[in-house]
């Protein structure tokens, strides 16, 4: 069973940069995305990452400043985010898709435990 672990979420400055990883025990042919949830709101998609080179941006507010890559040789997906605000604080999750492509994506599979943004001064 595919599993993901994400990482480097934590407490930064309006502002500031955070970067966050997601490990896979084994990519595949998976594309690959990251969501965010705050409290009290519903689940959101920010980005995805295909197996070949595509990708997509869901979020306007990450637009210019969340930037997902895939490293399929180290099974990881990351996502820079810069300029990091307060509504940015959430719990950010990574799944695993049924497709190689975002856009063939019907289901999200596998889910990480998450792990926590903070922005606050």
């Known amino acids: 069973q595919l599993q993901l672990v994400e990482s480097g979420g934590g407490l930064v400055q309006p502002g500031g940069s955070l970067r966050l990883s997601c490990a896979a025990s084994?990519?595949?042919?998976?594309?690959i995305a990251w969501f965010r949830q705050a409290p009290g709101k519903e689940r959101e998609k920010i980005s995805c990452a295909g197996i070949s080179g595509d990708s997509t941006v869901n979020l306007d507010s990450a637009k210019g400043r969340f930037t997902i890559s895939r490293d399929n040789a180290k099974n990881t997906v990351s996502l820079q985010m810069d300029a990091l605000q307060p509504e940015d604080t959430a719990v950010y999750y990574c799944?695993?898709?049924?497709?190689?492509?975002?856009?063939?994506?019907?289901?999200?599979?596998?889910w990480g435990q998450g792990t926590q943004v903070t922005v606050s001064s």
């Open positions: 799944a695993a898709g049924n497709a190689r492509a975002c856009n063939r994506v019907g289901s999200w599979n596998y």
């Open positions: 084994e990519v595949g042919a998976r594309a």
